[in-house]
């Protein structure tokens, strides 16, 4: 994924947190998906009907309210060019608390087309459309199996499900008194041969459900000889064994497999963007661990790089949500900037007294951190990545490092 799609992924999934949390009373907001082939003229006939419908509401307020969304749509729609995936309206009264609430507007254009025309009145907006184009639908099928146990996931987009976990009733190599060599070893393969049945119905029951067009392939991993025994032995679904693309050497064949298989087969799926951001997050903290000097970490640090052009490549987790605040006191004793984290929805920050004169400070300007050091790093020709939170080395990032860290040109000591 290039920086820019990254960007404009990071600032899709920070509006639609925006709008999740706005709340209306009644149904009050609307949410208005618009293909990109439907006429204006038929949506507007439409709302100026619900727009007569809503005069039947008994709540003078809410009535108030439908009709003021209506009508601010109206205006909109005068003017609006439809763009090549179509545009999503969401507007109405939300709730500001203080039993206050204030119209407002926001406007969406999906990355992907919008298939089919929507008009939604709720107490919240209406989201599942553009949540699903959130999700990676590319999904690999994932098997770990010895002779003693399995487990069966899916790798969808960069998150790792682990579905179902099976052991063996398989007997060790000692044989127990009184049986005979031939017999105990007879005895044994069938116990194994059924267990290798039971996996494959396993897995065959997972892979089946994962929808044709978006199923790359399977990994299989375990030590030798039992991965290549079940490969060969043809356990899987007829259609699911033409989709096996490799064998890998696993130590553990428990769920904690499953993301061993994933790294061990790194070249099989270089192509994809788990693999990448995998790989720029241990590159690190490879940098971290050694004397080179070529790790930063913190805002302070990373700000103060990327400003002499130290940083190679500045890595922002996609959950990072920060503001950085210029606070002014407003007899001009007093300026400074801040970085404050935030939630959508949370109260905005309020400023404490002026350190000189006593009186309260105000924000004066609130930039989104993320793009403030994103320009800062296209200034700096720096390349930008955006990790996931979906594997653990990406969890770690934002979790231990605050979701903001840069590998170095060359060391700086800051």
Same mark, same amino acid.
């Given at each position: ?6 960007? *404009? ?22 949410? @208005?998906?618009? #293909? ?19 005069? &039947? ?23 609006? =060019?439809?763009?090549? &995936? ?22 969406? =254009?999906?990355? !992907? ?19 699903? $184009?959130? *999700?990676?639908? *590319? ?48 005895? /044994? ?15 065959? =029951? ?7 067009? &978006? ?52 070249? *099989? ?13 241990? /590159? ?30 500045? @890595?922002?987790?996609?959950?990072? /949500? ?6 002014? +006191?407003? &007899? ?20 404490? #007294?002026? #350190?000189? +004169?006593?009186?309260? $400070? ?16 296209? !200034? ?33 000591? $800051?």
């Amino acid at each position: 994924m290039t920086e820019q799609s990254a960007h *404009k992924k990071y600032e899709f999934k920070k509006k639609l947190e925006e709008l999740r949390v706005k709340k209306g009373r009644g149904t009050e907001l609307i949410s @208005l998906y618009i #293909p990109p082939d439907k006429q204006i003229s038929d949506i507007t006939s439409q709302l100026k009907g619900e727009h007569g419908q809503a005069a &039947n509401i008994k709540s003078k307020i809410t009535k108030d309210n439908v009709q003021g969304a209506i009508e601010s749509l109206l205006a909109r729609l005068r003017y609006v =060019e439809i763009p090549e &995936n179509g545009i999503v309206f969401f507007t109405g009264a939300v709730d500001i608390g203080a039993n206050k609430t204030n119209m407002e507007t926001t406007i969406v =254009e999906p990355p !992907q087309p919008i298939v089919t025309y929507r008009y939604h009145c709720d107490s919240s907006f209406y989201l599942e459309p553009l949540e699903e $184009m959130l *999700k990676d639908a *590319k999904t690999f099928g994932l098997l770990v199996l010895d002779r003693r146990e399995a487990a069966v996931g899916l790798l969808v987009g960069k998150h790792i499900e682990a579905n179902r976990t099976l052991t063996s009733t398989v007997p060790g190599k000692q044989r127990k008194g009184g049986q005979s060599a031939h017999r105990f070893q007879q005895l /044994r393969l069938i116990a194994i041969h059924e267990f290798y049945k039971r996996i494959g119905d396993a897995a065959t =029951e997972v892979f089946m459900t994962v929808d044709p067009k &978006n199923f790359e392939g399977i990994l299989i991993g375990g030590p030798s000889p039992t991965k290549e025994e079940f490969e060969s032995g043809e356990f899987l679904h007829h259609e699911l064994q033409k989709k096996i693309l490799g064998l890998f050497d696993v130590a553990y064949t428990d769920e904690s497999g499953l993301p061993e298989l994933v790294n061990a087969a790194s070249e *099989k799926l270089s192509d994809i963007d788990l693999i990448a951001e995998k790989k720029l997050v241990q /590159r690190f903290f490879a940098e971290l661990v050694s004397d080179s000097g070529k790790a930063a970490y913190g805002e302070e640090s990373v700000r103060a790089n990327l400003n002499i052009g130290a940083v190679e490549v500045l @890595l922002i987790s996609e959950d990072l /949500r920060a503001e950085r605040l210029t606070v002014r +006191c407003p &007899n001009g004793d007093h300026e400074e900037k801040l970085t404050k984290a935030f939630k959508p929805g949370e109260d905005h920050y309020s400023p404490g #007294p002026c #350190p000189v +004169c006593g009186y309260s $400070m105000e924000v004066v300007e609130k930039v989104d951190i993320v793009d403030e050091l994103s320009e800062m790093a296209d !200034q700096m020709n720096t390349q930008v990545e955006f990790i996931s939170t979906d594997f653990d080395e990406g969890s770690q990032l934002m979790n231990a490092f605050g979701g903001l860290v840069a590998i170095l040109r060359f060391s700086t000591g $800051m």
